[in-house]
């Protein structure tokens, strides 16, 4: 039985997720840390339930970090395009699915032309398998920006990640649309796509 349907989208927390350690790092530290990876704004409520969900109508916290599979500057901040942040962990099965899942559908299909997709690795832990995630997200075929977390998880919390994969949903304005957790699956994130770019499913 399908949880989302087109004629209405219901953001919820999905069954199969993995958690990861939280920090103790407030956002007002990041940028006193020597990391490539800093975060500035008010961090997000941490996302427990889409069924109120106080993040919604917020602005996200800003990031800055280096491309993983570039090496490039990527900054996360309103540039009057909606776009959508999708947090991994290399060695979480669940996440292992949706990027094989999410890189085989963008290889065929295209996102909505006025929507970007940038992904974080976040959760990094060396002795837990599938390291490094770089490796792993380049054998998958990933094709979109890859912001690594720094080691104390703080684009994570700043996000309020409770559990990956885990997905943010932002209007042009910087203001948060919607957040979902757990597997989506290349038909759901369509319709979330399409939904937050305006367009008809």
């Known amino acids: 039985m399908r949880w989302l349907i087109p004629a209405l989208l219901v953001p919820m927390v999905i069954a199969g997720a993995c958690r990861g ?3 103790e790092l407030s956002i007002e530290d990041a940028d006193e840390l020597v990391v490539e990876s800093v975060v500035s704004g008010k961090a997000l409520d941490r996302f427990e339930s889409a069924d109120s ?3 919604v109508g917020q602005i996200t916290p800003l990031v800055t970090g280096l491309d993983l599979l570039t090496g490039e500057t990527v900054q996360i901040k309103p540039a009057g395009r909606p776009f959508v942040v999708a947090f991994f962990a290399h060695w979480c099965p669940h996440c292992q699915r949706e990027v094989a899942s999410l890189t085989e559908w963008l290889m065929a299909n295209k996102l909505p032309t006025n929507v970007d997709l940038i992904a974080i690795s976040t959760f990094e832990a060396p002795d837990r ?5 770089q490796k792993w997200l380049q054998d998958e075929g990933w094709k979109y920006p890859v912001i690594a977390d720094t080691p104390s998880q703080t684009v994570a919390d700043a996000f ?3 559990s990956v994969p885990y997905f943010v949903f932002v209007e042009a304005d910087g203001t948060v649309a919607f957040r979902m957790s757990g597997n989506l699956g290349p038909e759901q994130l369509s319709i979330a796509m399409k939904r937050l770019a305006g367009t008809s499913i």
Not at 129 to 133: A, D, I, L, T
Request: no cysteine; net charge negative; proline share 14%.
């Open 21 to 23: 350690g939280q920090s």
């Open 53 to 55: 969900d106080t993040a």
């Open 129 to 133: 398998g599938n390291h490094p995630p």
């Open 160 to 162: 309020g990640a409770m």
